[in-house]
């Protein structure tokens, strides 16, 4: 086979992988629903009742605009944009990367083009993007290692051998982390994107000269929001997040309280929430971890005293705010798609 017909084959399976990663997330979801007593799962979630729900799609909106009001912070003092637009493009981003089938980043990226409609040059709307991932992943992180101090205190061979695996997925996470900081600040690491980039443009046929968006343009707006006199502004949206992550062990405790569950503290809360979030993220490519989330809560329920139907209703109940908030996101993007369109259309 030819090595041109290998890159191709690869560049489809790419293409693909948010597709079948759906499907096979999918079936592993609807698996675990069957296989452990649907009856059970109904009448788990039947319990936690309308008014369960909507207190935890109250706390997911909070979440979500807390992680708008960090990415502010971001740009604040860098670009004339409202908060309110960094709020609506964060449901955005969230409503694209839990309802489509697209890897969990496909939703940040139009999120940084649609920033541009409202002025933000496309180097600093990639820049903030970039920014604001690094900082999701690196709290996220810190959240999950928090969950495997407190899971060691639970003890039990189960118990040991989650916490043992996560050790080790933070271990590797911590060095992407680092690769993601080190590419936007080390200087070596730019020198490399830039030449790689020129020979590609020189492959192209391309102008070599970086224009707004480059590699060139993007890493002068890095060093705009990285700026020392910004620590602030950067600690702020760090703070931010963390606390955003903490906030979804809420949702837990509210449709825990609407079933009728006693005996979960809140330290048993605050680990499924954290190391169920890990596992989620670590199924990347499969979007908004289908299956892989409802197995984690199975797992993790069963440490602390949870059977397999009252983990399940947990886990989709904290997909009902996905769909809740989720689609009115989709449509609020397609209408800012469309007036983009209105406006730079030309007139007939």
């Not at 760090?238 to 809140?266: D, K, R, S």
């Not at 929430?273 to 989620?280: F, G, R, T």
């Not at 299956?291 to 984690?296: F, S, T």
């Not at 009902?320 to 406006?343: C, H, N, Y």
Request: aromatic share 6%; glycine share 14%.
């Amino acid at each position: 086979m030819k090595p041109s017909s290998t890159g191709a084959i690869g560049r489809a399976l790419l293409r693909r992988l948010p597709l079948i990663g759906t499907i096979l997330g999918l079936g592993l979801g609807i698996w675990l629903v069957v296989t452990h007593d649907l009856h059970a799962v109904g009448e788990a979630f039947g319990r936690i009742g309308a008014l369960g729900l909507v207190g935890i799609v109250l706390v997911r909106a909070a979440i979500v605009a807390t992680c708008g009001f960090a990415w502010a912070r971001l740009l604040a003092g860098l670009a004339q944009v409202e908060t309110g637009a960094f709020l609506i493009l964060r449901f955005v981003r969230e409503g694209i990367n839990v309802l489509l089938p697209v890897a969990s980043v496909g939703g940040d990226v139009v999120g940084g083009r649609l920033l541009t409609f409202w002025g933000v040059t496309g180097s600093l709307a990639a820049a903030s993007i970039l920014v604001d991932m690094l900082m999701q992943v690196a709290t996220q992180g810190l959240f999950a290692l928090l969950g495997v101090v407190l899971l060691t205190r639970v003890g039990g061979g189960t118990a040991e051998a989650l916490a043992a695996w996560t050790a080790g997925a933070l271990a590797v996470t911590a060095v992407i982390v680092a690769a993601f900081f080190a590419v936007q600040r080390s200087g070596a690491a730019r020198d490399l994107v830039r030449r790689s980039t020129d020979r590609m443009r020189r492959w192209a046929g391309a102008a070599v000269t970086p224009r707004n968006g480059a590699p060139g343009g993007v890493y002068d707006a890095l060093d705009a929001v990285w700026a020392p006199d910004r620590r602030g502004a950067l600690a702020a949206g760090f703070g931010l997040h963390l606390l955003a992550w903490g906030m979804g062990a809420v949702e837990i405790w509210i449709a825990l309280a609407c079933i009728g569950v006693e005996g979960v503290t809140w330290t048993e809360i605050v680990v499924i929430e954290a190391l169920s979030q890990a596992i989620k993220s670590a199924a990347f490519p499969v979007p908004s971890g289908l299956g892989v989330q409802e197995g984690g809560f199975v797992l993790l329920g069963g440490l602390f005293g949870l059977d397999p139907g009252t983990a399940l209703a947990l886990s989709l109940a904290k997909r009902v705010p996905d769909v809740v908030l989720g689609v009115p996101a989709l449509i609020a993007w397609q209408m800012l798609e469309a007036r983009r369109a209105t406006v730079v259309s030309p007139r007939v």
